[in-house]
């Protein structure tokens, strides 16, 4: 039978969500307790591949057992795994469910702090030079509906396809952030902290904004900024059918 699994991390000290040779990551520790649990082998699926240090505070992941659930799993899971790893909720669901290929949306959140702060330093980018916020909405509106964005993307994305439909993108302020919000049916590998960084040099007159929509028409991964670090980066929504 198939399971889904929701949770949340702080990816701080893991190596991103997949399983890496020689490197701690999300998904081997949870597929490690339970294995534990279930007293068999267990593979898991995640709902997307988040970069080393990136978070998450809604992710989805699914796998299959042979047998009965164990009784009150989330909280034996809770109990074994690290305090960076919370597991939210356990149910059964139908066969074909997918928790990659069945989202539809997935959200992100850039987190850039102006000054310093010690509780929001594992989750933001310390960032003191002043932001233009209505030239960042600008660039904000161009990245809406489908475009290729291969100039953003680090690495060859699944089948060549660089292809993502933007669904909303925007600049706002919180408290003493500043933050970059962006949904879309997918992402490609680094895509939205080289978002960030392309932005960061419009926000601060070092690019146009005609630049960045050549970047995005034409570019390759040279023309586009520095990718920002990757603690700023949380996944915050996944939406299925």
């Known amino acids: 039978m198939r399971y889904r699994l929701d949770l949340s991390y702080d990816g701080t000290n893991y190596h ?14 949870i597929q490690q307790k339970l294995s534990q649990i279930c007293n068999q082998p267990m593979e898991i699926w995640g709902c997307g591949r988040t970069d080393s240090g990136v978070h998450a505070s809604e992710f989805t992941a699914h796998f299959e057992l042979e047998g009965a659930l164990p009784n009150l799993i989330v909280n034996k899971l809770n109990s074994m795994l690290p305090s960076d790893i919370v597991i939210t909720n356990c149910e059964a669901v139908q066969d074909n469910f997918h928790a990659r290929f069945d989202a539809i949306l997935r959200e992100y959140h850039y987190h850039i702090e102006t000054k310093r702060n010690p509780f929001t330093d594992r989750y933001s980018w310390l960032f003191g030079t002043t932001l233009d916020l209505d030239i960042l909405n600008k660039t904000a509106k161009i990245l809406i509906g489908t475009h290729d964005f291969r100039a ?7 089948a060549d396809n660089y292809r993502c439909q933007i669904f909303d993108a925007e600049w706002f302020t919180k408290d003493s952030q500043i933050i970059f919000r962006i949904s879309a049916n997918r992402f490609l590998r680094n895509m939205v902290r080289a978002l960030v960084g392309t932005s960061i040099l419009v926000g601060t007159n070092k690019l146009s904004i005609e630049e960045f929509k050549q970047i995005i028409a034409t570019g390759t991964r040279a023309d586009a900024g520095n990718s920002v670090p990757a603690k700023g980066l949380t996944l915050t929504k996944v939406v299925y059918h």
């Open 16 to 29: 991103g969500w997949q399983i890496q040779p020689n490197e701690i990551s999300v998904q081997a520790v």
């Open 152 to 158: 953003f993307c680090k690495g060859l994305p699944p």
